[in-house]
């Protein structure tokens, strides 16, 4: 239970700084926040993601209107539709479709929008559950590596002490 004490205080920084600090643990210190700060901003983006998505199939909800549409373009993240409302008024979103994934150019699908802004369209039948995988996943990464970076500099930081002691010692 200490050996994981003493590896947690080594990987999670401490805010304040110590009164008897050296230059050097301060500026470990200070990447161990930044390490975790950046990590915190990409789970933030990743659940903003989420709530984007959720909050466009609301407004889809709203004021929906379905209609017939051709893929002129796919692709993974983005992919380029037209679709005529029941006014015979063509329209193809500037920012494409969302929720793309597994559509092939030609393609006849169905699509959702948002009859007060049409530009606003989701393949029907999908929705912003289909967001959540890939923000998790973008978020995990990012621990991942910030783990990955806090056990890197807590062996740089323990290489650089045994360094500084021996040093000293010669010395």
């Keep these: 239970m200490s050996r994981a004490r003493a590896l947690g205080r080594k990987l999670i920084p401490r805010l304040s700084p110590d009164p008897n600090e050296t230059r050097s643990q301060r500026t470990f210190r200070r990447l161990r926040i930044a390490v975790v700060l950046l990590a915190s901003m990409v789970t933030f983006q990743s659940v903003l993601m989420v709530v984007g998505a959720w909050r466009d199939d609301r407004q889809i909800e709203r004021h929906m209107g379905v209609a017939a549409a051709e893929v002129l373009s796919a692709g993974p993240r983005r992919s380029t539709i037209e679709f005529v409302t029941p006014d015979r008024v063509t329209y193809r979103p500037e920012l494409g479709v969302l929720y793309p ?38 978020a995990v990464v990012a621990w991942l590596i910030a783990g990955a970076a806090l056990a890197g500099l807590a062996f740089l930081e323990r290489r650089r002490s045994r360094t500084h002691v021996t040093t000293q010692k010669v010395g």
């Design 101 to 138: 994934s597994e559509l092939e150019t030609g393609m006849r699908i169905y699509v959702e929008y948002d009859t007060n802004n049409p530009d606003l369209v989701r393949v029907k039948d999908r929705n912003a559950s289909l967001a959540i995988i890939p923000a998790g996943s973008i």
